[in-house]
C-alpha cells in the first residue's frame, strides 16, 4: 500500500506540505482556522487541488484571519462563491464564516480555538469527531480526523519508518506519550 510519506517528498506541492506542516503542533489561531478551511474544502476533491489553490484561499478569506471572515456578510459570500481560485461551494463558504463565528465563541468559554483542544485533549477520534459536529459546521469523520492528524492532536500524520515523524516528535505534538491503543478504542 502506497502511503503519503512514499508519495509527497520531492512532489513539487505536496512535498513541502508532508515535510514541513504536516503533523506538527499548531498553536496560532489562524492556521487551526486556515487548516480547518482546508480540510473542509478538499472533502470530495485531491488535497492536491486544495494545495494549489492554498494562496488564493489565503487571500480570498483575508489571511484566516477569524474575525475578518466571521464579519462576512452577503456581499462576501457572493465574492467567494464568484472566485474561480477557490473552491466554489455555497456549503463550504457558509460552513467557513460560521465555524470563523463559532471560534470567536470559543474564545469566550474556552480562551481560544488552541484552548478548546488543548482542553478536550486527549480523545479518541470517534470522541472528537462527535465533538467537533456538536461545535463546527462540515465537519465529518474524515474532516475531523485530518484536521487533527495535520495539527499534531491525533497520531497517523506520516509513517512510523518516515524520518519526519522524528523531526515532529522532537516539538512534542499533544498526542505523544499517550498509548497508541487509547486513539483507537472506540472506532
Known amino acids: 500500500m502506497t502511503t503519503y510519506c512514499d508519495t509527497a517528498p520531492g512532489h513539487e506541492w505536496h512535498g513541502p506540505y ?8 499548531v498553536s496560532e489561531e489562524n492556521i487551526l482556522f486556515e487548516r480547518l478551511v482546508l480540510e473542509i474544502n478538499q472533502a470530495g476533491l485531491s488535497w492536491l487541488t ?10 480570498a478569506y483575508d489571511g484566516f484571519d477569524v ?8 456581499v462576501d459570500r457572493a465574492r467567494l ?32 480555538f488552541k484552548s478548546w483542544l488543548d482542553q478536550h485533549h486527549p480523545l479518541t477520534k470517534s470522541d472528537w469527531v462527535k465533538l467537533f459536529k456538536q461545535t463546527f459546521l462540515f465537519t465529518g469523520g474524515e474532516i475531523t480526523g485530518e484536521f487533527l492528524m495535520s495539527t499534531g492532536y491525533l ?26 491503543e487509547f486513539w483507537t478504542s472506540g472506532d
Open 67 to 74: 474575525d475578518k471572515v466571521a464579519a462576512y456578510r452577503d
Open 81 to 112: 462563491l464568484g472566485d474561480s481560485g477557490i473552491i466554489r461551494n455555497k456549503l463550504k463558504v457558509n460552513a467557513a464564516i460560521e465555524n470563523a463565528k463559532r471560534i470567536q465563541a470559543l474564545r469566550a468559554t474556552h480562551g481560544g
Open 18 to 25: 508532508h515535510d514541513t506542516e504536516y503533523g506538527f503542533p
Open 50 to 59: 486544495v494545495l494549489k489553490k492554498r494562496e488564493a484561499f489565503y487571500a
Open 155 to 180: 497520531p497517523g500524520a506520516h509513517d512510523p519508518a518516515c524520518p519526519i515523524t522524528k523531526r515532529i516528535a522532537t516539538v512534542e505534538p499533544p498526542w505523544i506519550g499517550v498509548a497508541m
